[in-house]
Structures are given as structure tokens and as C-alpha cells.
């Protein structure tokens, strides 16, 4: 059975920091590109970065370059997102997303959702003063 678990949210400062975990089971984890998407209410999901099986490429929206980073552990079949200087925007339901090798990374580097096959339930990530 598949399954993707996301971990690490939380409510937050400006300026503050946290780590998101993805943690995944029930598929081949090192073939397969892992991504963040988040989505705000009312707004519609948005890709935030993402990593390639193959060579651990990383992509990121511009509204989190410099801020986010993405990284892998594919011996524990984990994907981390370390966020820092978090901002009010960056409030949203924060999800883990994994893609097929099939599709050559395309959903990956376009940081879109739909390359992505297997979803996680997500995890709430809110900054406010």
C-alpha cells in the first residue's frame, strides 16, 4: 500500500523556521521524484520544489528560492523541506507529492501536480504574528 506521510507543520512567526518530513512506504522511493506542493485557502495548489530520483536535481517556485530547501534520504525513504524566513503568504496546507519514473521528471521540473501519481494528506503550516 502506498502511502506518503507528511510531518513538521505548525503555527509559526514571521521570520521563523520549520522542517517538513515526507516519509513514504509501498513503492520503489529512490525511482521516484519527490515534490512539495502547497495549497492556501481559497487558492489553488501551487508546486514549491522538488526532487529528482535520478540525480537529485532540485526545483523551486521563485517565491521560495533562497528560503526553501529540498533534500532527500533515500535510505530512509524520506524527503525533507527545510523552510526559513517564512512569511504570512507562505500559510497553507503543505503536501508531498511522488512521480512515476515513466514520466521523466517533467512534473518534477515544471512543478506541476499533475506528474504527480501518489499524494500525501498534507500538513498545516501557518505564520502569524
Known amino acids: 500500500q502506498v502511502q506518503l506521510v507528511e510531518s513538521g507543520g505548525g503555527l509559526v512567526q514571521p521570520g521563523g523556521s520549520l ?4 516519509a513514504a512506504s509501498g513503492f520503489r522511493f529512490d525511482l521516484y521524484g519527490i515534490g512539495w506542493f502547497r495549497q492556501a485557502p481559497g487558492k489553488e495548489r501551487e508546486g514549491v520544489s522538488c526532487i529528482t530520483a535520478s540525480d537529485g536535481s ?53 512543478l506541476d501536480s499533475r506528474g504527480m501519481d501518489y499524494w500525501g494528506n498534507g500538513t498545516q503550516v501557518t505564520v502569524t504574528s
Open 58 to 110: 532540485t526545483y523551486y517556485a521563485d517565491s521560495v528560492k533562497g528560503r526553501f530547501t529540498i533534500s532527500r534520504d533515500n535510505g530512509e525513504n524520506t524527503v525533507s523541506l527545510q523552510i526559513d524566513s517564512l512569511k504570512p503568504k507562505d500559510t497553507a496546507v503543505y503536501y508531498c507529492a511522488a512521480e512515476n519514473p515513466s514520466n521523466y521528471a517533467w512534473g518534477c521540473m515544471l
Open 19 to 22: 522542517r517538513l518530513s515526507c
